[in-house]
């Protein structure tokens, strides 16, 4: 028999419950690894951030023998991505994200606080999987079949309903209020915003925005022009709303 313990807000994502709730034991059929013996439990390992066995932490290509009590620990905002750990022994430099198109809100949400995110459409799984894997991003999904891809390292299953709870909880999560930089990148393409003269942009304002204000910037890829209107104001005070709940 094997006994695996999930801790946490693992607990809720596992596919099959035991009357333990948390704690499931079985017979061992097969050789596996751990990682998929726990994805099996419908736990993306993504979601794991540590995994013990006999006292000891091990890896997600460790090889599970008969008879072992295995202990899985959730990411949470006391993840340090930032440092190296045994299961993702390379740490990421920054947050930067790619995020499903069953969460897309999220995507001009963190692009308004500045993190470089990715939306791509009208890719299969296995592109999105391969972006996430390849330039390092973390997957935000609610997919968790996604999740399981063994190329994906940093992702996260989306748990809110609505948009700005799920930034709450990413916010929350990757613990990102000390990076936020609001309004540097652009809400429709993550282009880079940077400050352009009035008198540069002034043919492609309406009369009302060349009226009346003064400070603007332009995207570096789609070259759409911002500036500080009364529909900035609202997402200020929504932004403030969220943050406060962070
Ligand atoms: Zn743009």
Same mark, same amino acid.
């Given at each position: 028999?094997?006994?695996?313990?999930? %801790?946490?807000?693992?607990?809720?994502?596992?596919?099959?419950?035991?009357? &333990?709730?948390?704690?499931?034991?079985?017979?061992?059929?097969?050789?596996?690894?751990? $990682? &998929?013996?726990?994805?099996?439990?419908?736990?993306?390992?993504?979601?794991?951030?540590?995994?013990?066995?006999?006292? /000891?932490?091990?890896?997600?290509?460790?090889?599970?023998?008969?008879?072992?009590?295995?202990?899985?620990?959730?990411?949470? *905002? !006391?993840?340090? =991505?930032?440092?190296?750990?045994?299961?993702?022994?390379?740490?990421? &430099?920054?947050?930067?994200?790619?995020?499903?198109?069953?969460?897309? $809100?999220? *995507?001009? $949400?963190?692009? !308004?606080?500045?993190?470089?995110?990715?939306?791509? @459409?009208?890719?299969?799984?296995?592109?999105?999987?391969?972006?996430?894997?390849? !330039?390092?991003?973390?997957?935000?999904?609610?997919?968790?079949?996604?999740?399981?891809?063994?190329?994906?390292?940093?992702?996260?299953?989306?748990?809110?309903?609505?948009?700005? *709870? /799920?930034?709450?909880?990413?916010?929350?999560? =990757?613990?990102?209020?000390?990076?936020? $930089?609001? #309004?540097?990148?652009?809400? !429709?393409?993550?282009?880079?915003?940077?400050?352009? *003269?009035?008198?540069?942009?002034?043919? #492609? +304002?309406?009369?009302?925005?060349?009226?009346?204000?003064?400070? =603007? %910037? @332009?995207? +570096?890829?789609? /070259?759409?022009?911002?500036?500080?209107?009364?529909?900035?104001?609202?997402?200020?005070?929504?932004?403030?709303?969220?943050?406060?709940?962070?």
């Amino acid at each position: 028999m094997v006994t695996i313990n999930f %801790h946490g807000v693992l607990v809720d994502l596992l596919s099959r419950k035991s009357a &333990d709730g948390a704690v499931v034991s079985f017979p061992l059929e097969r050789r596996t690894s751990i $990682k &998929d013996l726990i994805e099996s439990w419908g736990i993306p390992h993504p979601e794991v951030d540590k995994i013990v066995v006999a006292g /000891q932490e091990v890896d997600f290509a460790y090889i599970v023998e008969d008879g072992i009590l295995i202990e899985v620990f959730p990411i949470s *905002a !006391q993840s340090d =991505f930032g440092q190296p750990s045994l299961l993702r022994p390379t740490p990421l &430099d920054s947050p930067r994200f790619v995020v499903d198109v069953n969460v897309a $809100k999220l *995507a001009a $949400k963190l692009r !308004q606080l500045g993190f470089d995110t990715l939306l791509p @459409r009208n890719c299969d799984d296995n592109v999105l999987a391969a972006i996430a894997g390849c !330039q390092r991003r973390i997957l935000l999904t609610r997919d968790c079949n996604l999740l399981k891809r063994k190329i994906v390292e940093f992702g996260h299953l989306v748990r809110a309903e609505s948009p700005n *709870a /799920q930034l709450a909880e990413v916010i929350k999560l =990757f613990r990102l209020k000390d990076k936020i $930089k609001p #309004y540097s990148r652009c809400f !429709q393409c993550n282009g880079l915003l940077v400050p352009v *003269a009035k008198a540069d942009v002034l043919p #492609y +304002l309406e009369p009302l925005t060349r009226k009346y204000y003064h400070t =603007f %910037h @332009r995207c +570096l890829d789609c /070259q759409k022009i911002y500036w500080s209107g009364s529909h900035r104001e609202k997402m200020d005070k929504i932004l403030r709303e969220i943050l406060a709940s962070c």
